[in-house]
């Protein structure tokens, strides 16, 4: 009895779909920074998210008066503040690359940009990596985030002050980094703050509060006009070769 041989026949195997697409962000995901930028960069309608200890942050929409608002009157002050100083850069709403487990995107941003000065720099993607000189956050309330992980994020890469405005509560914090620890920097009697790090830098807080945006702008006018700011910006002056 002959027994014929049995010939396999191949099977073609199909593969399992690749997903050319990442798949979208979503408040919660647990991502490296790669990734997180890489879900970003395929949403290009995504206004904004942030990768807060890895964990994905994504705000809900924008109120005039909660946000919109306050928002502007930061940027006027600071727009101002950088047209009498050069070297000093506003931004607003730009991705900061800090460490391997926070990307995030604060409301504004005011950094150094000359290299002997600065902590930040910007990347070839257009990006700012390093910790930039002065972050703002426009909060609604003490619950929010900024008041909590952010602080500790912040604090702990070397954002050298820190503003988080709480609208709905009408109260205004900034902080300082003291020996790796942010303390509060307090107004004077009058309600004026002024920033360390960058000199003539004045705020009228009760006038900010109030929504005041004029007086805001004269008393930083007198900021811009004192001997600090002077001799702030003989110090980014270019050294002569």
């Not at 990768?51 to 924008?62: A, D, K, T």
């Not at 604060?106 to 257009?126: A, K, Y």
């Not at 930083?220 to 702030?232: M, T, V």
């Given at each position: 009895m002959t027994i014929s041989p049995v010939i396999a026949k191949s099977s073609t195997h199909h593969a399992a779909p690749r997903f050319v697409t990442p798949p979208p962000l979503e408040p919660g995901d647990r991502l490296s920074r790669r990734e997180f930028e890489r879900r970003y960069e395929a949403m290009p309608g995504l206004k904004k998210a942030e990768?807060?200890?890895?964990?994905?942050?994504?705000?809900?929409?924008?109120h005039y008066k909660g946000h919109g608002q306050p928002h502007s009157h930061i940027i006027g002050w600071l727009v101002q503040y950088c047209a009498a100083t050069p070297v000093v850069q506003v931004a607003d709403n730009t991705t900061v690359?800090?460490?391997?487990?926070?990307?995030?995107?604060?409301?504004?941003?005011?950094?150094?940009?000359?290299?002997?000065?600065?902590?930040?720099?910007?990347?070839?993607?257009?990006?700012?990596?390093?910790?930039?000189?002065?972050l703002i956050e426009i909060a609604g309330s003490s619950a929010t985030i900024d008041l909590y992980d952010k602080l500790k994020v912040y604090q702990r890469n070397g954002v050298q002050e820190y503003i988080v405005w709480q609208v709905y509560e009408e109260r205004l914090d900034w902080f300082q980094l003291i020996d790796d620890g942010y303390q509060p920097l307090d107004p004077d009697e009058a309600g004026v703050s002024r920033s360390h790090v960058f000199p003539g830098l004045w705020l009228n807080v009760p006038a900010l509060l109030d929504g005041d945006l004029a007086k805001v702008l004269a008393q930083?006018?007198?900021?811009?006009?004192?001997?600090?700011?002077?001799?702030?910006l003989t110090r980014l002056a270019p050294k002569s070769p």
């Open positions: 990768l807060i200890e890895g964990v994905v942050f994504m705000p809900s929409p924008v690359r800090l460490d391997r487990d926070n990307e995030v995107q604060p409301d504004v941003l005011l950094r150094i940009t000359s290299s002997e000065l600065g902590r930040s720099r910007l990347t070839d993607d257009d990006y700012i990596e390093g910790a930039p000189e002065l930083l006018q007198i900021g811009l006009n004192s001997a600090e700011h002077a001799d702030f």
